[in-house]
């Protein structure tokens, strides 16, 4: 359990977050969205300590970070920027930082095995590929077994597997109890990874809900439809007052209209249907609370 | 709901108490010994110490004026090799992002500062007591064997040169790593402690007599020199300006690593990481 209170992070003239308060709870992902600059790093790197609130204040399991007592044990973080030394071998970075919490010797053969650097565990870390890189990350992270952990960017410079991977460990790590929270700036892959958001503009927060929610409330939500006739089906979805957007692959996005309504209509008028997805958008919700975040504080100021 | 969730046992690792001193020691030690930085700067000491101690004592003619002084001329290059490692304890932290790690582990920040006090501070007074022993016995060696003029041990006043190059080192290094944790940038740091232990000395030398008098006792580099030369216990030096002496210079230099130290520790604690 994360809790933020009214955190603020000013750089000189810049706030970089302003009075953000949200909670991330034990037992499911949660997703941290904002697009890049929105100040997702330096609220992670609050939470870990490493940068210094200048008000409001962040607890984990209701400590503040700087008073737990064996922090790897109780947090696992993964930062967006580097935090090994390159000339340390992925062995020694974690066995320096096992030794710091007292954690046994063998977890750091456990992790490395686990996140897949058995092969390359005596090589040093500048000599790894940014995937490979993030794999160590991870593996420091999960170091000390800890219930709550928080992963900035995770799947950056992964390939489809190792993304994969990822979304699989992050499910499998908050399907134990614990508390999973993942920042991105990636709405296609939040959509996939998180059960809930916590989703941030400017510093500030836009939305707290689970992802099914804040997708639903999109009213830029469209069906795709392919159908024999398109032209027919068109314009009859046009005179029910739904708007249709050709696409260049020669699909339709209809907006406007439910599947269920799109499918009764063509039934009726005999038109074969050869596809109907509902493309539920996590980037047009995004994209949509974001430009109205923006709007609002042009309008104010 | 909670963290209760995830089985405690399955979490190994020692329970209660919480994550000390000692545990940051053992994490620095570990660090410090796997970067290839300490074995080079470390072996380019060792060849300082020794190489240019048997350089200075195997050649050269006529009589030599203060032997033990003589043999541990490598001082000079060592207290920059070891100024060099002292720097890296902390400014690599920095460059490379691992200070991120290492603050995750212990959020503490002025214990992260002790555990390296600790760690490059005995590391660097073993090796540079060692190396200084190792270099005055070679080089009274060296000097004996071409039947020049040598030093004893039990000779005044050289027990305490020799003993105290080891610990003026030790002390430079620490005052080295405290730049470093102000400074934060590996050029920026190692460029300072150059300034301060080599070009400082230039700088007052060319003040006008009077200042340079009043000035030049204070600088590391001077109480360095005094430190390896036997005859100057009377607090004086090659005829010149007024000198501490050896005891109370290092006293001195001990007080500024700690000022410095603490001006350290306390940006540590303040500044984002």
């Not at chain 1, 159908?227 to 996005?253: F, I, N």
């Not at chain 2, 030599?64 to 001329?73: G, K, Q």
Request: hydrophobic residues 50%.
């Amino acid at each position: 359990m994360i809790e933020a209170r009214g955190l603020t992070k000013r750089f000189g003239d810049v706030v970089a977050v302003d009075g953000l308060s949200f909670d991330v709870r034990p037992g499911r992902v949660t997703g941290f969205l904002g697009p890049n600059g929105s100040g997702k790093s330096t609220t992670m790197r609050m939470i870990m300590g490493l940068d210094l609130a200048d008000a409001g204040t962040v607890t984990v399991g209701g400590r503040r970070y700087h008073d737990l007592a064996w922090p790897l044990r109780e947090v696992g973080g993964l930062l967006e920027a580097k935090a090994i030394h390159p000339g340390r071998t992925a062995r020694a970075h974690l066995r320096g930082l096992a030794r710091a919490n007292a954690i046994p010797r063998r977890r750091v053969d456990e992790v490395i095995e686990l996140v897949g650097l058995t092969a390359v565990a005596g090589k040093r870390a500048g000599k790894f590929s940014l995937g490979m890189s993030q794999r160590l990350g991870i593996a420091a992270a999960l170091l000390g077994d800890p219930p709550v952990l928080l992963f900035d960017e995770p799947v950056n410079g992964l390939d489809p597997e190792g993304i994969r991977w990822v979304r699989t460990l992050c499910k499998h790590l908050a399907g134990e109890g614990r508390t999973v929270f993942i920042s991105s700036h990636l709405m296609a892959e939040m959509s996939l990874t998180a059960d809930h958001l916590v989703v941030i503009g400017k510093g500030r927060l836009i939305a707290e809900m689970p992802v099914q929610e804040f997708v639903a409330r999109s009213s830029r939500q469209s069906v795709t439809v392919r159908a024999r006739t398109p032209e027919e089906l068109a314009g009859a979805l046009r005179g029910a007052g739904a708007e249709v957007l050709a696409q260049p692959d020669g699909s339709m996005a209809v907006t406007g209209a439910s599947a269920v309504d799109i499918g009764e209509l063509a039934a009726t008028m005999g038109i074969a249907l050869h596809e109907l997805t509902p493309v539920a958008s996590l980037e047009d919700a995004f994209m949509e609370l974001t430009d109205t975040a923006v709007e609002f504080r042009g309008a104010a100021s | 709901m909670t963290a209760a969730a995830v089985p405690a046992a399955r979490r190994g690792g020692a329970t209660g108490g919480r994550a000390g001193l000692a545990d940051a020691v053992g994490s620095e030690w570990i660090k410090f010994w796997s970067v290839r930085s300490t074995g080079w700067t470390l072996a380019v000491t060792l060849v300082a110490m020794l190489g240019i101690g048997a350089l200075a004592t195997a050649t050269g003619r006529d009589f030599v004026e203060d032997p033990t002084r003589r043999s541990l001329i490598g001082f000079f290059l060592a207290q920059l090799t070891l100024g060099v490692l002292g720097v890296l304890c902390m400014s690599a932290e920095y460059g490379t992002g691992s200070i991120r790690s290492t603050l995750a582990a212990m959020p503490r920040r002025p214990v992260v500062l002790a555990a390296k006090i600790l760690v490059l501070g005995a590391v660097v007074l073993v090796v540079s007591e060692v190396l200084s022993f190792a270099a005055f016995f070679m080089g009274q060696a060296l000097l004996s064997g071409t039947g020049r003029n040598n030093a004893a041990l039990g000779d005044a006043g050289v027990a305490r040169a020799v003993v105290g190059t080891g610990i003026y080192l030790a002390v430079l290094a620490l005052l080295a790593l405290g730049l470093a944790t102000v400074l934060r940038h590996t050029a920026g740091a190692i460029a300072a402690y150059a300034g301060v232990v080599l070009v400082l000395p230039i700088i007052v030398s060319a003040l006008p007599a009077s200042l340079d008098d009043a000035i030049t006792r204070y600088l590391p580099a001077n109480i360095g020199i005094t430190v390896v030369t036997t005859t100057t216990t009377e607090g004086h030096l090659l005829g010149g300006a007024p000198m501490f002496n050896p005891w109370a210079g290092l006293a001195l230099l001990g007080a500024y690593t700690v000022a410095v130290l603490l001006l350290g520790c306390w940006a540590l604690v303040r500044r984002d990481a």
